[in-house]
């Protein structure tokens, strides 16, 4: 029972171009969401993130979407980089009681040179 | 100055053995984490503390058992260990317990039971 999903395990995308990633959940309780960037080896690290009264959240390069009636949100990077290269997974809370964060599976980027 | 750190970075043990595996924080963060990723990649939370206190305790066999001696530290000890505990842990801290304080991860512990 996959809360959060991330559909595509890999995404290829040319240097410059623009990155979508994208996840879809099913709790509709959820209220907050964020986006996680892993390399090999290393913990995942904090991206960005919106909230459920929000549709759009831009930091830099990053943008966020959150469309809440389809119960998905996306992830557009632009330009991409190749040190955008890693694995990004989306994850979701609720913010009944104690933060519990429901993580997606990961989508593999790789930007192409 | 690694924000959150965890040892043993790899851990290879044998099924029946009891092992630990410690985490650290210097960012005076108040609630701390572990969460595993098995085979499928999916990161799932295990056990969650505030202040010392053990605020979440997901369906985790009680052969898993979490120690915080002070909100800066948050250890993992499991006994008998079993095949399918084979995972990468991980450690987290947060701000506080609330969903917009973004988690700060370390770098993954790596067991393996043969």
């Known amino acids: 029972d996959q809360q959060v999903k991330q559909n595509s395990p890999s995404l290829s995308v040319q240097e410059g171009r623009i990155s979508i990633l994208n996840c879809d959940y099913t709790?509709?309780?959820?209220?907050?969401f964020l986006w996680y960037k892993k390399y090999p080896a290393e913990g995942p690290t904090f991206l960005i993130s919106?909230?459920?009264?929000?549709d759009k959240n831009e930091d830099g390069r990053f943008t966020v979407f959150l469309n809440k009636s389809a119960k998905h949100l996306s992830l557009h990077i632009v330009p991409s980089q190749p040190g955008d290269s890693a694995v990004y997974f989306c994850?979701?809370?609720?913010?009944?009681?104690?933060?519990?964060?429901?993580f997606g599976q990961g989508t593999r980027l790789t930007i192409n040179p | 100055d690694t924000a959150v750190s965890q040892t043993p970075k790899y851990l290879v043990t044998q099924m029946g053995n009891d092992k630990s595996i410690k985490c650290e924080q210097n960012l005076g963060h108040d609630t701390m984490y572990w969460y595993k990723q098995d085979s499928k990649k999916f990161l799932k939370i295990m056990f969650s503390?505030?202040?010392?206190?053990?605020?979440i305790n997901e369906t985790v066999p009680n052969r898993f058992s979490p120690k915080s001696p002070d909100k800066a530290h948050l250890n993992l000890h499991i006994n008998s260990l079993e095949l399918g505990d084979s995972a990468v842990y991980f450690c987290?801290?947060?701000?506080?317990?609330?969903?917009?304080?973004?988690?700060?991860f370390g770098n993954g512990t790596r067991l393996t039971v043969t």
């Open positions: 987290a801290s947060s701000q506080d317990g609330h969903s917009n304080s973004p988690l700060h």
């Open positions: 709790n509709s309780m959820f209220d907050y």
């Open positions: 919106i909230s459920s009264i929000k």
């Open positions: 503390y505030n202040n010392k206190e053990l605020i």
């Open positions: 994850a979701a809370s609720s913010d009944a009681g104690a933060q519990k964060l429901v």
